[in-house]
């Protein structure tokens, strides 16, 4: 195929250069020599570029198609590359020549004055608004809500890393702070609800025992007491352990109509609220957070003891007077630490009625309401 064309390329080229030979003779070929050669060169070097060219496109026709190499600066990456953020453009620093923390603000300050010795802040910054700092030699960079400063000595020997180190310190406080106020709403929330539920099934638990006196027992009202308790107690928060009742047995005792039984297991109940409370560690408890450990041990016991004098006054007990001692303490001590203030002498005038033979149910419920109006307080 080369042969062929190369001969067809050669009398294309012959057909192209006869009219330059044609204009010589042999004759002045013979004479002249040098006019022969300075038109027969050009002729052959244009000769062989045409013959190469064809070659070369002849050999790209039939050479099989390949698919093109990236180079190395075309080459994808495998993985896209992460986003870089773009860098902060440089600030240009503020000059000054004392920086401190004054309450809750860093000052920044020059000297001011005919003798320069008035100190003039020229940039106040709130520490707990700070959100990142940066040293770089003499200069501390600051970001503080939507801004940014930055602050170099007029002094090169000067430092900012002790004033950094406060900053950072006050801010770790601040924020330990901060949690321990969380931790002790979500205390003071757990331990409401806690004492709110427990109450509920105090009461209850004391109707029972109550009715379980009289020499005729109602045992339609005692079902209905124990109705109102349910299957069970589960009350669970985040900061304090869970804890959980179970009722059945006071039921099952209930409808066998078996008074030593129906006792043996209220009392069982009751017992279990006393014993969760008093079982509170104090290692975990926030003191300086109302209601407490401490608080809700004291409004536990007041409550026990309201209606232990109650169903004293029940079964005909007259001489009561170490309980009521004992409950007045309570409450003289809760008045001390939280804002729960309940009159002793009220609740004596209560217990009064008890014995003056007045309607019993109404003079419950009703010193009891007055004790858990001021639960509200805690």
Same mark, same amino acid.
């Given at each position: 195929?080369?042969?062929?064309?190369?001969?067809?390329?050669?009398?294309? +080229?012959?057909?192209?250069?006869? $009219?330059?030979?044609?204009?010589?003779?042999?004759?002045?070929?013979?004479?002249?020599?040098?006019?022969?050669?300075?038109?027969? +060169? $050009?002729?052959?070097?244009?000769?062989?570029?045409? *013959?190469?060219?064809?070659?070369?496109?002849?050999?790209?026709?039939?050479?099989?198609?390949?698919?093109?190499? &990236?180079?190395?600066?075309?080459?994808?990456?495998?993985? =896209? &590359?992460?986003?870089?953020?773009?860098?902060?453009?440089?600030?240009? %620093?503020?000059?000054?020549?004392?920086?401190?923390?004054?309450?809750?603000?860093?000052?920044?300050?020059?000297?001011?004055?005919?003798?320069?010795?008035?100190?003039?802040?020229?940039?106040?910054? %709130?520490?707990?608004?700070?959100?990142?700092?940066?040293?770089?030699? !003499?200069?501390?960079? *600051?970001?503080?809500?939507?801004?940014?400063?930055?602050?170099?000595?007029?002094?090169?020997?000067?430092?900012?890393?002790?004033?950094?180190?406060? +900053?950072?310190?006050?801010? @770790?406080?601040?924020?330990?702070?901060?949690?321990?106020?969380?931790?002790?709403?979500?205390?003071?929330?757990?331990?409401?609800?806690?004492?709110?539920?427990?109450?509920?099934?105090?009461?209850?638990?004391?109707? +029972?025992?109550?009715?379980?006196?009289? =020499?005729?027992?109602?045992?339609?009202?005692?079902?209905?007491?124990?109705?109102?308790?349910?299957?069970?107690?589960? #009350?669970?928060? &985040?900061?304090?352990? &869970?804890?959980?009742?179970?009722?059945?047995?006071?039921?099952?005792?209930?409808?066998?109509?078996? %008074? =030593?039984?129906?006792?043996?297991?209220?009392?069982?109940?009751?017992?279990?609220?006393?014993?969760? #409370?008093?079982?509170? !560690? $104090?290692?975990?408890?926030?003191?300086?957070?109302? %209601?407490?450990?401490?608080?809700?041990?004291?409004?536990?016991?007041?409550?026990?003891?309201?209606?232990?004098?109650?169903?004293?006054?029940?079964?005909?007990?007259?001489?009561?007077?170490?309980?009521?001692?004992?409950?007045?303490?309570?409450?003289?001590?809760?008045?001390? @630490?939280?804002? #729960?203030?309940?009159?002793?002498?009220?609740?004596?005038?209560? #217990?009064?009625?008890?014995?003056?033979?007045?309607?019993?149910?109404?003079?419950?419920?009703?010193?009891?309401?007055?004790?858990?109006?001021?639960?509200?307080?805690?």
């Amino acid at each position: 195929m080369k042969k062929q064309v190369q001969s067809k390329v050669k009398q294309e +080229i012959s057909y192209a250069a006869l $009219p330059l030979t044609a204009a010589f003779s042999l004759s002045d070929l013979a004479s002249y020599p040098y006019n022969y050669l300075m038109v027969l +060169i $050009p002729v052959l070097i244009l000769e062989g570029i045409l *013959i190469g060219f064809y070659l070369h496109k002849i050999d790209l026709k039939n050479r099989p198609a390949q698919t093109a190499q &990236p180079t190395e600066a075309q080459r994808i990456p495998d993985q =896209k &590359p992460l986003l870089q953020a773009k860098p902060k453009p440089k600030l240009k %620093p503020i000059r000054i020549e004392k920086a401190e923390v004054v309450g809750d603000n860093v000052e920044f300050s020059v000297r001011k004055g005919l003798f320069r010795k008035r100190w003039f802040p020229i940039k106040r910054i %709130p520490v707990y608004e700070i959100q990142a700092m940066e040293l770089a030699e !003499s200069q501390i960079s *600051i970001s503080w809500q939507e801004f940014a400063d930055s602050f170099a000595y007029k002094k090169k020997n000067e430092s900012f890393v002790k004033l950094r180190d406060q +900053i950072i310190s006050l801010l @770790e406080e601040r924020k330990k702070a901060l949690e321990r106020e969380q931790k002790a709403l979500l205390r003071k929330n757990d331990l409401t609800g806690a004492i709110n539920a427990s109450i509920n099934v105090v009461d209850l638990s004391f109707d +029972i025992l109550m009715a379980l006196q009289v =020499k005729r027992i109602n045992w339609n009202r005692i079902e209905s007491y124990a109705n109102g308790l349910g299957k069970g107690l589960n #009350f669970a928060g &985040p900061t304090i352990v &869970p804890f959980n009742l179970d009722f059945s047995q006071v039921h099952a005792a209930i409808k066998e109509q078996e %008074p =030593k039984e129906t006792t043996k297991e209220t009392l069982s109940v009751l017992n279990s609220i006393y014993g969760y #409370f008093n079982g509170l !560690s $104090p290692e975990d408890d926030i003191a300086e957070t109302h %209601p407490n450990f401490k608080d809700t041990k004291a409004v536990i016991s007041a409550y026990y003891m309201l209606n232990d004098l109650l169903l004293g006054r029940v079964v005909g007990e007259r001489d009561s007077k170490n309980e009521s001692a004992a409950l007045e303490t309570t409450l003289m001590g809760l008045a001390s @630490e939280t804002k #729960f203030k309940m009159n002793v002498d009220e609740l004596k005038g209560y #217990f009064d009625n008890v014995l003056a033979g007045s309607d019993f149910e109404g003079v419950v419920e009703e010193v009891r309401e007055v004790f858990r109006g001021q639960l509200k307080q805690l």
